[in-house]
T-cell receptor
Framework: DVKVTQSSRYLVKRTGEKVFLECVQD?????MFWYRQDPGLGLRLIYF???????EKGDIPEGYSVSREKKERFSLILESASTNQTSMYLC?????????????FGPGTRLTVT | QKEVEQNSGPLSVPEGAIASLNCTYS??????FFWYRQYSGKSPELIMS????GDKEDGRFTAQLNKASQYVSLLIRDSQPSDSATYLC??????????FGQGTRLTINP
C-alpha cells in the first residue's frame, strides 16, 4: 500500500512565525504535491515537485515555498504565517510512471494561525 | 467559469436508491478524469478513474464520461449509509497535475 505521512495532524502557530510542514512517501514516487483545502473552495494546488530539487508553482503559491532535497520528502514552508493561511494542508504523491495522475493523499495537517 | 464544477449539495438520497453525482469541466481537451471520496475529517481517496467516453463500472460504482458535453458522472447503486461523504471530481490539467471541483456532499438516509 502507498503510504504518505505528514509530520503533524494539528498545528497552531502565531502570525509572523515561519512554519514547516513535512510530507514523506515510501513508494519512490517521482511527483509530490501540496494542496490546501478550504470550505467551498475545494482543493487548491500550492506547489508540486516532479523530481528532487525540481518544483513548479500551482494556483496559489503566494506566501509559500517548498523544498525537496530527497525524493521521499517534500516540505511546505510558510515564510511568515498569516491568519489567511489557516487551513487544512494536504500532501499527495502519484502512484508512479504507469499512472502519473492518480494521486494518493496523506492524512492532512490542520493549521491554525492566530 | 471554473475549470471543474460540481453542485456542492448537500445531496440527500434514501438508503438503497441510486445516488447520482455530476461534474462539468471547461477544458475541451481534457483526457483523464477521477472521482475521490472524502469522509468527514479524513483525506481524499481515489475511487474511480475514467479515460474513455462511456461507462466504467466497479462494484456499486459507475463512472460515466461524455467528452462532447464535457461532463463526468458518478453513480452509486444500492446506496449505503457508509457512502455518506464528500465526492470530489478531478480533471487532469497539463502534465501530471489535477484540478479539483469543490466537491458534493452526499448523505444517505437509512
Amino acid at each position: 500500500d502507498v503510504k504518505v505521512t505528514q509530520s503533524s495532524r494539528y498545528l497552531v502557530k502565531r502570525t509572523g512565525e515561519k512554519v514547516f510542514l513535512e510530507c514523506v512517501q515510501d513508494m519512490d514516487h517521482e511527483n509530490m504535491f501540496w494542496y490546501r483545502q478550504d470550505p467551498g473552495l475545494g482543493l487548491r494546488l500550492i506547489y508540486f515537485s516532479y523530481d528532487v530539487k525540481m518544483k513548479e508553482k500551482g494556483d496559489i503559491p503566494e506566501g509559500y515555498s517548498v523544498s525537496r532535497e530527497k525524493k521521499e520528502r517534500f516540505s511546505l514552508i510558510l515564510e511568515s504565517a498569516s491568519t489567511n493561511q489557516t487551513s487544512m494542508y494536504l500532501c499527495a504523491s502519484t502512484l508512479g510512471a504507469e499512472r502519473p495522475y492518480e494521486q494518493y493523499f496523506g492524512p492532512g495537517t490542520r493549521l491554525t494561525v492566530t | 467559469q471554473k475549470e471543474v464544477e460540481q453542485n456542492s449539495g448537500p445531496l440527500s438520497v434514501p438508503e438503497g436508491a441510486i445516488a447520482s453525482l455530476n461534474c462539468t469541466y471547461s477544458d475541451r481537451v481534457s483526457q483523464s478524469f477521477f472521482w475521490y471520496r472524502q469522509y468527514s475529517g479524513k483525506s481524499p481517496e481515489l475511487i474511480m478513474s475514467i479515460y474513455s467516453n462511456g461507462d466504467k463500472e466497479d462494484g456499486r460504482f459507475t463512472a460515466q464520461l461524455n467528452k462532447a458535453s464535457q461532463y463526468v458522472s458518478l453513480l452509486i447503486r444500492d446506496s449505503q449509509p457508509s457512502d455518506s461523504a464528500t465526492y470530489l471530481c478531478a480533471v487532469k490539467r497539463g502534465a501530471q497535475k489535477l484540478v479539483f471541483g469543490q466537491g458534493t456532499r452526499l448523505t444517505i438516509n437509512p
